[in-house]
């Protein structure tokens, strides 16, 4: 390889820092490191006369590295970048330190010694710019075609959004009919209308008016250019990477032929089969030929496979004047090939039953929020009559239980956010129908936060809806009458009630949808505790998952009510959108690579990686080696701290250039102290760093700060050539251990940091030199405090001798 | 320390900050249900709320029946009849101990029983053919007893 040309350029930020470094001494420092060919110093150099110094030296004296100390890096880094790039150099051989925060700030009381760390920072930047590697922007391509999977509010919006702009959307149901929660649901708050309502779609015609919102089945939803609904339908295999998926999907059979039926309802009338309505809390029978309610999607019959009899029967086909009836469908297998995929599977109601002193399974009285919606809904199977499912005589006493199995740290320890607004919602509904009702809430606690939540609460006391602070131990039953009642304190008059009730509705806590976990298996994602998709970052990205192109919308991600859903759907589009719209995905190449020479059967760092990008590819029989994916890996180096082999590096961050850049940050003291590296991660740990800088917070300069991208990349080996290096105290600095950057990366760190103690202490050198911490940007103070901590801790133990050291 | 942390870092304390005051327990409770002197939930809240004297000096936390109703519903997995047998520890510790409880001990100390052998007892045992009750190892039991601190509620209740 040819010999480095090395450009420095070291701005003083307008003089400011010229009371502190010694600029002059800095400038004739770096002159005489080797392979450094043009120093200029200025006020700037990220922008007008100071950029085009940059590029003229590019031109000019054929720098091939820069160099830059400027006093605003991590904004001047962009621009420069760009200007390097349009020069003609490629631009990642640049290196930036920043002299302002890292060093003059907090060493401005010492300034003779923070000219001495300058030049230290100097020696290693230059030293690991030499060693850098030019890279290139990589480009992948994305089908413009994306995968929803569930068919209620969220995917309905998710499928819609996309189609409308553009994207061709499969939208995928596992159950006959489209609308999901939603469309059982009846009525929604806050607005007390109609659940399936939905925005019309941009394409049609008709629609076009931009009215709020339209009815799904006359919305033209179904007809929308780019959407293909598959209703009966369940994903059963996914493969490829971003941007490129091939996804297998099996249709069961619905036995009647969608494009044929006209919903005649002739075939209901002739069905012999009854069985309860699982759909209507079996409230009443359905046929084996059957529609959930009569403005469903699609709008055709169905057969119940597991009790028609078929052939045996027949009748069906016989008065069926379309034909439409066909015995011989058969599941079939269809395969997508889609750019993106959207999770939409939603939530359903816990359980009841466990909770056995409430009686969901033995008392029909006791009936759930849902199958209470489907009571009150005008297709329901009661005709919104509110009724006591044991007799089927009006219920007039009504008590609701909130908090079945939510906040119940047996079950769900969290709130399921919903179920309150629902019970309100009901109440008032009820009592809006039937003044007269007698109607009872039994709460831990109301909570109303969403706008115009709080408006039902105080609707429900106007209208005399009695509320009760206390959960109930128990629901009985009245053996000769069938009465229940409801055994509860009253906290608030520290009195104990016995309430009577003809039907007690349970407000159940909201859990993930059945299937959950086998889809998080089958897409390679994780599930937070509660069971839940879990989202890449709960503050930020929330619609994002850790995997480029697959994405989360609406409840599958904790239960939401109708307005949040609506967000969420439409920010999981326009996530999706990002990539699918340009066809492309862009990222660079500071990616991991393998050596094939050394890696070879140990099947660590696919199990490390946190973003899948890792697979194991036979090479002789017997035998596999490790290969990263260059559009999945996201660049942290976990695999790299973790391969036994040093089979794996990570471009830009390879055991030479770190080295070279902790020797050159070791090369000079110039302080009475002991050296300390500081190994910051590129992320909080480096922000921390900076805060404690901008704060002008003071530590000593002997502390010298070096980047990783990620503390999960270091090796045991890395901490222990550190000392060798020349540094008397080591401290690695990474994310929260529940909050790094890329996942799992300071976990990993912390257990290297343990294991170099360990074998520090084997070889006699007291643990303590090492050490890890973990803060975030605001904690600026806690790492200057840090940094003199363990330098005093240093100081304290006496230098470090080490046996051939050097 | 205040009361509250005293309660959570003494055994089967330790639960009880958890109650976010539901009341499951004071409706699970067969007490409460016949005197308006015990309420599980109102001890929890007095005691999180740091009613020392109140609670320590109190009869309610003697009248808890230990049914463990309460323990079993509880949605916080709050140990209530732990919390109320810790809070009745301390009062002990604290030289609070009803009568009936030092006569128990004393009974169990100098005669091995709770409940004295009375002729009705004997009578029953015989009419049912059980041979009559053996004096109990008074030693061995004292000496198990004092091991476990035992015999300290004997003694508070000759210091009072």
Known sequence: ?806 | MGFSDAVTSHLGGETMTLCYQCGTCASSCPVAKITPSFNPREVIKLSLLGAKDEILSGDAIWLCCSCYNCQERCPQRVQIADVIYALRNIAIEKGHIPNIYSEFASALLNDGRIVNVSQFVENKRESIGLPPLQPVGVEALRKILSATKFNKLQKQEKSQ
Request: glycine share 8%; net charge negative; charged share 25%.
């Open chain 1, 1 to 806: 390889m040819d010999k480095a040309r090395v450009g420095v350029f070291l701005s003083d930020g307008g003089n400011e820092f010229s009371k502190i470094l010694d600029f002059a001494a800095l400038t004739n420092y770096v002159k005489n490191v080797s392979d450094v060919v043009f120093v200029a110093k200025g006020n700037n150099f990220w922008e007008g006369k100071g950029l085009q110094t940059i590029v003229d030296a590019i031109k000019e004296r054929k720098i091939d590295r820069v160099v830059v100390a400027e006093t605003l890096p991590k904004l001047s880094e962009v621009k420069i970048a760009r200007a390097v790039e349009d020069a003609g150099l490629n631009p990642y051989l640049m290196e930036f330190l920043d002299l302002k925060d890292h060093c003059a700030w907090p060493h401005q009381d010492t300034p003779a010694e923070a000219t001495e760390k300058a030049k230290a920072m100097l020696r290693g930047a230059i030293e690991r710019a030499k060693l850098l590697e030019p890279l290139e922007k990589l480009e992948f391509s994305a089908l413009k075609s994306a995968l929803i999977i569930g068919g209620g509010l969220a995917g309905m919006q998710t499928a819609l959004n996309l189609a409308d702009m553009g994207i061709e959307a499969h939208l995928v149901e596992k159950e006959p009919f489209i609308g999901g929660l939603a469309a059982r649901a009846g009525r929604f708050f806050p607005t007390d209308d109609c659940a399936i309502c939905i925005q019309p779609p941009a394409s049609d015609v008709k629609t076009i008016t931009h009215t709020s919102r339209k009815c799904v089945y006359r919305s033209g939803f179904t007809e929308t250019p780019n959407l293909n609904i598959l209703t009966n339908s369940k994903v059963v295999a996914v493969e490829g990477v971003p941007g490129n998926y091939k996804v297998t999907i099996e249709k069961k059979p619905r036995y009647v032929n969608e494009l044929k039926c006209t919903g005649c309802d002739q075939c209901t009338a002739v069905c012999p089969v009854e069985v309860p309505d699982d759909y209507n809390a079996k409230l009443q029978t359905r046929k084996a030929i059957y529609m959930n309610i009569p403005n469903v999607h699609p709008p055709v019959y169905v057969i119940d496979d597991s009790v028609c009899k078929f052939y045996d029967c027949n009748k069906c086909v016989e008065v069926c004047p379309t034909n439409a009836i066909e015995f011989d469908q058969k599941p079939e297998l269809i395969t997508l090939n889609v750019g993106g995929i959207i999770v939409a599977t939603g939530f359903k109601e816990f359980d009841a039953s466990v909770i056995k002193e409430y009686h969901y399974d033995d008392y029909p009285d006791v009936i759930t929020n849902l199958e209470f919606a489907r009571m009150i809904d005008g297709f329901g199977p009661t005709g919104g009559v509110i009724i006591r499912p044991s007799n089927g005589k009006p219920a007039k006493k009504i008590v609701f239980i909130q908090c079945v199995g939510s906040r119940d740290r047996r079950y769900k320890p969290y709130c399921s956010s919903i179920c309150c607004m629902i019970s309100l919602k009901h109440a008032t509904t009820i009592k809006t129908a039937y003044p007269d009702a007698d109607i009872s809430i039994c709460y831990i606690d109301i909570r109303t936060t969403g706008r115009e939540h709080e408006y039902y609460y105080e609707k429900a006391r106007d209208m005399g809806i009695k509320f009760v602070k206390g959960r109930p131990t128990e629901v009985t039953r009245n053996p000769e009458t069938g009465k229940l009642s409801v055994d509860v304190e009253d906290a608030l008059l520290n009195r104990f009630l016995e309430l009577d009730a003809d039907l007690v509705v349970l407000a159940p806590a909201m859990v993930p949808a059945e299937g959950t976990e086998e889809l998080a298996e089958l897409l390679g994602l994780e599930l937070e505790e509660d069971g839940f998709f879990k989202e890449y970052n709960a503050k930020l990205r929330p619609t994002e998952t850790k995997l480029r192109g697959i994405y989360l919308a609406g409840g599958a991600t904790f239960p939401k009510d109708a307005p949040t859903t609506s967000l969420h759907s439409h920010s999981a589009s326009l996530k999706a959108l990002k990539y699918l719209n340009t066809g492309k995905i862009v990222k660079d190449q500071r990616t991991a690579v393998v050596n094939e020479e050394y890696c070879g059967d140990c099947e660590f760092c696919p199990v490390t990686c946190p973003y899948g990008a890792i697979s194991l590819v036979p090479t002789t029989e017997d035998h596999f080696v490790a290969q990263i994916s260059d559009l999945q890996c996201e660049g942290c180096g976990v695999c790299v701290g973790t391969c036994p082999l040093n089979a794996i590096e990570l471009r830009h961050s390879r055991p030479n250039q770190m080295l070279a850049q902790m020797k050159g940050l070791l090369s000079v003291n110039g302080t009475s102290k002991p050296l300390v590296l500081a190994i910051c991660c590129s992320e909080c740990g480096h922000t921390a760093v900076d805060s404690s800088g901008m704060a002008k917070m003071r530590y000593p300069a002997n502390v010298r700060v070096m980047k990783v991208p990620c503390t999960g990349i270091l090796q045991v080996h890395q901490l222990l050539e550190a000392f060798q290096a020349g540094a008397q105290g080591v401290m690695v600095v990474g994310c929260k251990s529940d909050g790094c950057h890329y996942e799992v990366g300071s976990q990993k760190a912390a257990k290297k940091v343990d294991l170099a103690r360990t074998l520090l202490k084997e070889y006699g050198i007291a643990p303590d030199r090492l050490e890890m911490f973990n803060m975030v940007y605001i904690e600026g103070d806690r790492f200057a405090e840090a940094a003199q901590m363990i330098t005093e801790k240093v100081e304290k133990l006496g230098p470090l001798q080490l046996m051939g050291g050097s």
